[in-house]
């Protein structure tokens, strides 16, 4: 199989003349969001073959790519051009995806770009603003010209012409220009008023190929700009434009005119009636086929493509596309047509659309031969369905569901899109575990529902929204009070966990009803007082009598049902928990589903073992603190998890490092990385059928599906490789900062097109919705692309940073003159100010004061018209109209005049923009409820204002300063607003105002101050404040607001969430304070085990001392601390810290370790009396560690051990001896199981530096309960010694001593170590790793060494050697079961396509793969295992299991033929230090039980 990934890509760009183009042999590019995707398109000729498929992507610009043209000229159809709205065109050599060169020559937005097919190096391009840019690739030169100030929307070269260039722009005009010329216009084409979408040459010169003449046009005339004297140059061509004005119009250069007008055709739609009258959304692009032409092929108003003949142009003759086929047309317009002429000469047209599919027709029968889907949005969500194997849905931003079918031979993308219903981002899906077709979906706005997918019905919703994002969906039992009875209720309810925090409980029967939410029963069950924390995940364990919520503050708790009883409590993570994911039912080992894998916004993934805590039915929840195994290597948050159906134990995750991981989580090792995605992961799902491959999404738009053994890394990247990924991932479009645009008729579409392929958003939302789905279905808003789970969580956390807008050079001269300028005037400021001051008040009378200076015979007009007014008994008309348009004698005649007079003054004022003096005017007329009521009405109250309102009366004055209190709330001064409105007593009011805008000190101080210490208000104000502060991070003052509403739970626990040892310490003191003895015993030993790691010892001990309950951990650190001091002296390089912060007790070395540790203990901790050292040994028992792995962490494996030694030594304390070995040995296996040889004989050195005897005897009667836990200790005490010994053959002085110092062997030995001390041989290779002996014969054995070779009598326990051979040989079957299984799938999943004349890559995969067990199950005759002969060793294996005695199967013994091995070796290297007798014993236990692969080799070797 090849090993590029399938790749589901980004939808191509919308709105781009010129975004995708082919070569010839089969290669087609698209322009999609920043890059440009490459597919192979194939003869596609028979059935088995893809057709095409996604070979890479050129990546390189910031922001969308608009345009996108190969290089037609044979011998570099290599090369191609991109145009970006970053400002750069690039050259690129597609073999090597890498940039050639690239210019930055324009200084506004490209909009049109073409490699000219006459021109080997000569790429034009054009941009907004008119200016276009003629670049010789070769010579690096450029020309500029500009000939039409107005926006380019497409150009293109003549084919036949070297000079010709035709461009179209967004008014409708067409030109073609000499680019010899400088850019003379030898045409301007005028009969088009909308904008050029598309502009084609004839493929043939002259103008013979069309019999086109005058009279049959029914054109007018259309003369050019000027006259052209005919030429060669521009006679014989033809030219086609299509533009938004629904026409395509072909124009002839040699009579520079239009001959011949298609007018589209309004076709009915399949779907339905198209209403002629609504002016549909367009874009009209054209294509001219080489082959036919007389032939045009256009895009039509909803996605149909038109063949047009154009030798009857009277009749306007076309043929649709696709029309024997439903359904195979775009359903939206069409944006670029591109021809291709595939290795057979068959001649294909590929598309790209609206609709976010490139389909690919074939020109001979004008049907559609295959369809490339695409996402629009990130990749929020992915699932397979348990029931229709093979069905991938997956959840897109772009407002659409696709399912894909994984499983079709004929289609490798065989995508369907359900849109129905949605209408915004879809963050979760899950199907339904029984009911097929039956999957429930989960969106950005908070909207839950159901689709059938066998069925072409919208969805069901559920009417319960969330208010936020929906993080999760999961199918469980029904829980009590939310359902009807046992007969009415469903098996399987729907849970959905959205932003806010809120679990919902939905009845699929009956989604119109209300939803559940199971805090209500949690509380009831759990008796709860305190606030319940956030829930940001859901997970039902398979089985349905388990659920897990994940939270916010990165606990996990797990419920059981039916009530919800809380049984546990996981504090592991301490950040917001992104995926909870339960191991699968059906492995080989059972116990294996009860392991709970969970991420968060930490990159460390733990995984608990339940298994205990679900079975012991304790009455009050436990709370874990300590993982069963951590995964560590990635360097984000972990958005999900998935384990593989096909193995135990193993799991896959995806990470905002931009990586997916693969891990064997028993043994902690990554195994497999991809790094195949150019953004943050957002989800991944493992395949059903194939155990080797994976799908994952993320915020690059893409789903990769790609295969773990073809992954070059094992790991997550590190340093260097993480800066390269995050650089790579910062490639991606930024978020434009949206520009408020006035509302105009026609918005123009093609400035209003966003980074690559996100949609248009608000600019058609007025319009009619296509197809029903809106046009806001990109993401354009979405700057911080999270995973569900921190999506709506932290979008809102975290500020958007919008990149500065770069200015051209213009632009930033005018910049520099105007400080020029400002500094210049700046000298007379004073005189200025002075003038000010000097200046008169501005008058209250200015018209009247105006028409008091106007000529002399107005003037004594005036006083005429006073006098006539006075003195008349009645006025007549013509005195009355005087007096009107003299208004000014207002002053010298009655009041209704003067009334009249400060009516037009005041009119003046407010026109004048002077509002206060209009106000001072009324209120002179007494009119103040006149004034308040305008004022409030064009917002211009003042505090004068309101301040006089009580003149007017009471009830003028609440109304006044309400009023005011809107009018400054619409100004922003809300805490000036709440002021008012507690002046009327308003306090509710004003409290309720403050808390909704966000003053929540000012709202507390006001509500503290004039409320009841008891109004509930006071305490909402505190949780409310509390919870946004916590949010934003602001952890300490979190805790006082929580403190303030008397949560003290809440408040310890926040404090806790920075999860540093100083906010921790402070949490649980806090805890201890309050009262909440748990939780402060557990936030003591968290800060405690934060200290450890930095080995500030006495930092520690002073955690640990805030509670009494952590007397026991106490003295574990104790232990620890001396231990490790003890090896630092001895200088393991494991731990060797020079930062290391020390107690004084640790520097006395005298005397043995045991009675230091108890001395220390008697002295520093009081430990004295027996029953103290009872007291602190049952707090320490009820502590259970994992067991050890190769890759557990050195300081985390110290810690158990010492865990395991206090224990031990506490046991010795009160003379319980038994308990003692078994701790003593659980300490040692811990180490061995870690493969650390190093700490194993530490604590041998310490612990048992005389051997086991002094054990033998303190146990007393030989059938105590300790005797064989004391035999396996002494076995590992042998073990231990016989490889010291075997190793000491090698170094140049062995008579000096044979125990060697541990710092003396590690130099040479802690490699050989940590291979050999493993218990599975598999893994390391005695033979391989054995040294050089010294000379034989210089060597002379000590009694020691003779003593310790009899001891390995011991270590043949032939009991022992069957039981770990019955154990090997089950493991074995088991991984051959599995294999074979998966084989099974993969055949029967292949077998379909055997038929076909070729086979299909996945046929091919699955025989080599078929190959490689057969290699693997072969006995020594060379032939397969069948099913019965596996089974009937697993039959024997497991009976021999069960017949031997629980003593020899409880506790550990090293492996019997390893040290077989071992002795041999030391017998061959020195044939006198063993006796015959012994070679003999370790030979015959070889034949015996060395019957498994893994020690196969090694018996021959020795019997022969």
């Known amino acids: 199989m090849d090993q590029e990934p399938q790749t589901l890509p980004p939808s191509p760009n919308w709105y781009c003349a010129r975004s995708s183009d082919t070569v010839p042999g089969g290669l087609f590019g698209f322009a999609a969001r920043t890059s440009v995707f490459l597919v192979r398109v194939g003869p596609g000729t028979s059935p088995g073959t893809p057709p095409f498929r996604v070979i890479g992507e050129l990546v390189g610009h910031t922001e969308r790519v608009s345009g996108f043209t190969f290089s037609h000229h044979p011998g570099q159809y290599n090369l191609c051009a991109t145009s970006s709205d970053d400002g750069t065109v690039k050259i690129w050599d597609i073999e090597t995806k890498t940039v050639v060169t690239e210019h930055a020559l324009h200084q506004h937005t490209i909009s049109a770009l073409h490699w000219s097919p006459r021109v080997k190096d000569l790429i034009v391009s054009g941009d ?63 009969g088009h008023d909308d904008e050029i979408h598309s502009i084609v040459w004839c493929p043939l010169p002259g103008e013979d190929c069309l019999s086109i003449h005058q009279e049959e046009n029914s054109e007018p005339e259309i003369l050019n700009g000027k006259i052209i004297t005919q030429t060669p140059v521009t006679k014989g061509c033809y030219l086609a434009t299509g533009s938004k004005d629904q026409t395509i119009r072909i124009w002839s250069c040699s009579r520079g005119r239009g001959v011949m007008i298609l007018k589209l055709p309004f076709l009915k739609r399949r779907g339905g009636g198209m209403d002629p009258t609504v002016k549909e959304r367009l874009w009209l692009t054209l294509h001219w086929p080489s082959d036919q032409p007389t032939q045009l092929i256009s895009s039509c108003f909803g996605g149909e493509l038109l063949l047009w003949d154009l030798t009857q142009s009277w009749r306007r003759k076309y043929t649709l596309f696709s029309t024997s086929l439903e359904g195979q047309n775009h359903s939206r317009i069409v944006f670029n047509l591109s021809p291709l002429q595939t290795e057979n000469n068959r001649q294909l047209l ?44 997956i959840g897109v931003g772009d407002g659409m569901i696709r399912i894909w079918n994984t499983l079709s031979i004929k289609n490798n993308y065989d995508v369907k899109s359900f849109w129905q219903g949605v209408k915004s981002k879809v963050t979760a899906l899950c199907w339904h575990p029984t009911k097929e077709g039956c999957l429930a979906f989960g969106t950005d ?13 919208p969805p069901q919703i559920s009417s319960t929204y969330h208010k936020k994002t929906v993080y999760t969906l999961a199918w469980g039992p029904p829980v009590p009070m939310s359902l009807g009875g046992e007969g009415d209720r469903p098996s399987l309810t729907l849970y959905s966990c959205g932003g806010e925090g809120i679990v919902l409980q939905h009845n699929p029967w009956k989604l119109s009803g209300e939803a559940f939410d199971i805090n209500k029963l949690i509380r009831d069950t759990n008796s709860i007082k305190y606030k319940l924390p956030v ?19 990165g606990s996990i708790e797990i419920f059981q049902v039916p009530n919800l009883k809380l049984i546990c409590t996981i504090q592991q993570h301490h950040k917001l928990v992104n995926t909870i994911s339960w191991h699968h039912e059906h492995g080989s080992q059972p116990e294996l589903s009860y392991l709970l894998a969970s991420g968060s916004n930490n990159a460390v993934i733990y995984v608990h073992n339940l298994k205990t805590v679900i079975e012991s039915n304790a009455e009050s929840p436990v709370t874990i603190t300590e993982p069963y195994r951590t995964l560590s290597g990635h360097t984000a948050k972990i958005t999900r998890l998935a384990w593989s159906p096909h193995h135990d134990g193993r799991l896959v995750s995806a990470s905002y490092d931009g990586t997916a991981q693969v891990w064997d989580t028993l043994q902690e090792e990554p195994l497999y990385n991809f790094r195949g995605h150019r953004g943050r992961l957002l989800c991944v799902v493992w395949s059903p059928f194939d155990p080797d491959c994976i799908y994952s999404g993320a915020d690059d738009f893409c789903v990769y599906k790609w295969l ?70 990109g993401e354009e808003e979405a700057p911080e692309p999270e995973s569900p789970r921190s999506l709506a969580a932290e979008v809102s956390r975290e500020p958007v940073i919008c990149p500065p807008v770069s200015l051209g050079p213009e632009k930033s001269k005018v910049t520099v003159n105007n400080k020029i300028t400002l500094l210049k005037k700046e000298p007379p400021k004073e005189k200025s100010e002075a003038l000010i001051k000097k200046r008169k008040a501005r008058s209250m009378f200015p018209l009247s004061r105006s028409l008091d200076h106007r000529s002399k015979e107005e003037l004594h007009q005036d006083c005429l018209v006073l006098a006539t007014a006075k003195h008349s008994r009645e006025l007549n008309e013509d005195v009355s109209a005087d007096l009107e348009e003299r208004f000014h004698l207002g002053l010298f005649t009655d009041r209704a005049t003067l009334y009249k007079m400060i009516e037009v003054e005041g009119k003046g004022h407010l026109e004048n923009g002077h509002p206060e003096l209009f106000h001072q005017l009324m209120l002179w007329k007494g009119d103040l409820q006149g004034v308040l009521q305008t004022a409030a009405e064009r917002g211009e109250l003042t505090d004068n204002l309101v301040a006089m309102a009580p003149v007017a009366g009471y009830h003028v004055w609440l109304w006044a300063v309400e009023a005011f209190a809107k009018q400054l709330c619409f100004q922003d001064q809300h805490v000036k607003a709440a002021s008012h409105l507690l002046s009327i007593h308003k306090v509710y009011e004003a409290v309720e105002l403050l808390k909704s805008n966000h003053f929540y000190r000012e709202a507390v101080a006001v509500a503290k101050a004039r409320l009841r210490p008891d109004d509930p208000i006071l305490k909402d104000l505190y949780l409310s404040w509390g919870a946004i502060l916590e949010k934003d991070g602001h952890y300490a003052m979190a805790a006082k607001c929580y403190l303030g509403a008397t949560s003290t739970y809440d408040a310890a626990k926040v404090l806790a969430k920075k999860g540093d040892a100083a906010s921790l310490r402070t949490a649980a003191e806090l805890a201890a304070v309050v009262g909440e003895e748990d939780l402060s015993a557990s936030l003591a030993l968290r800060c405690a085990q934060e200290l450890l790691l930095a080995r500030n010892w006495v930092g520690a001990q002073e955690a640990l001392q805030l509670h009494e309950s952590l007397k026991g951990q106490r003295l574990v650190f104790c232990l620890l601390e001396l231990l490790s001091k003890h090896l630092e002296e001895r200088q393991l390089s494991e731990c060797r810290n020079s930062s290391s912060s020390y107690h004084a007790w640790t520097t006395g070395t005298e005397g043995p370790f045991v009675e230091r540790v108890t001395a220390v203990w ?48 506490l046991n010795q304390e009160v003379s319980a001896w038994d308990e003692a070995v078994k701790a003593l040995l659980q300490a040692v296996v811990r180490s061995y199981n870690a493969g650390n040889f190093t700490i194993m004989q530490e604590v041998f050195s310490v612990f048992l530096p005389e051997g086991c005897d002094h054990l033998r005897s303190k146990l007393g009667e030989h059938q105590s309960p300790g005797t064989p836990a004391l035999k396996s200790l002494e076995a590992f005490f042998i073990y231990g010694r016989l490889y010291e010994f075997w190793w000491s053959l090698s170094r140049p002085c062995p008579e000096s001593s044979v125990w060697v110092r541990v710092d003396h062997r590690r130099e040479n030995c802690v490699e050989q170590s940590q291979n050999l001390d493993d218990a599975s041989p598999k893994e390391s290779d005695p033979e391989a790793s054995q040294s050089e002996p010294s000379e034989p014969g210089n060597l002379r054995l000590k009694e020691d060494s003779e003593r310790m070779l009899n001891a390995c009598n011991e270590l043949f326990s032939e009991k022992h050697a069957s039981l770990q051979n019955s154990q090997r040989t089950i493991a074995e079957v088991q991984d051959t079961l599995a294999e074979m299984i998966r084989q099974h799938q993969k055949s029967q999943l292949c077998k379909s396509t055997v038929n076909g004349p070729d086979r299909s890559e996945p046929e091919q995969e699955a025989e080599k793969s078929l190959a490689s067990p057969q290699s693997q199950f072969k006995e020594e005759k060379n032939e397969p295992v069948s099913l019965p002969e596996l089974t009937k060793r697993l039959t024997e294996a497991n009976e021999r299991m069960a017949k031997f005695p629980e003593s020899i199967k409880t506790w550990p013994f090293p492996d019997v033929l390893e040290c077989c091995l071992v002795l041999l070796h030391i017998g061959s290297q020195c044939p006198g230090y063993v006796s015959q007798e012994m070679r003999q014993q370790a030979q015959e236990l070889l034949q015996k039980y060395g019957s498994t692969k893994v020690y196969k080799r090694h018996c021959q070797t020795f019997s022969t």
């Not at 010209?145 to 084919?159: D, K, N």
């Not at 389909?359 to 397979?384: H, I, N, Q, R, V």
């Not at 029953?1171 to 009820?1182: G, H, N, R, T, Y």
Request: glycine share 6%; charged share 25%; proline share 5%.
């Open 708 to 777: 773990t053994s073809m992954q070059d890394h094992s790991r997550p990247p590190q340093g260097k490789k993480s800066i390269e990924l995050e650089k790579k991932r910062l490639s991606q479009p930024k978020p434009k900062p949206k520009k408020k645009k006035k509302a105009t008729s026609r918005i123009p579409i093609k400035q209003e097109s966003f980074e690559g392929t996100e949609e248009e958003s608000i600019k058609d939302n007025s319009g009619p919705t296509e197809n029903g789905v809106s046009d806001q279905e």
């Open 128 to 190: 907004e603003k008119g200016v276009v840019f003629c670049y010789w690739l070769n010579r690096n030169d450029s020309q500029h010209l500009v000939i039409e100030p107005r926006t380019i929307f497409c150009l293109t070269c003549s084919p036949h012409h070297e000079d010709l260039v035709a461009i179209g722009y967004k008014d409708g005009i067409v030109v073609v220009i000499d680019i010899s010329k400088k850019g003379e216009v030898t045409h301007r084409l005028r």
């Open 445 to 457: 706005d908070g909207k839950v529902g159901l689709y059938d997918t066998y069925s072409n019905k």
């Open 350 to 393: 590929l598309s790209t659309s609206m609709d976010r599919d490139v389909k690919c027709w074939d020109m001979a029968t004008l049907e559609c031969c295959w369809t490339l889907p695409s996402l629009g949005g990130f990749a929020y969500s992915l699932a397979f369905s348990p029931v229709d194997i093979g069905s991938l849905a």
């Open 1162 to 1209: 008697k002295n520093v901790f009081g430990l004295d009396t027996p029953l103290q050292f009872q007291a602190a040994l049952q707090k320490l028992q009820s502590i259970e560690y994992p067991s050890a792995t190769n890759n557990t962490p050195c300081k985390q494996l110290l810690l158990h051990i010492c865990h395991d030694l206090t224990l031990a030594v």
């Open 535 to 553: 829930h940001t995940e859901i997970s039902w364990k398979a089985d349905g009598k388990i659920m897990a919520l994940g939270n916010e503050d």
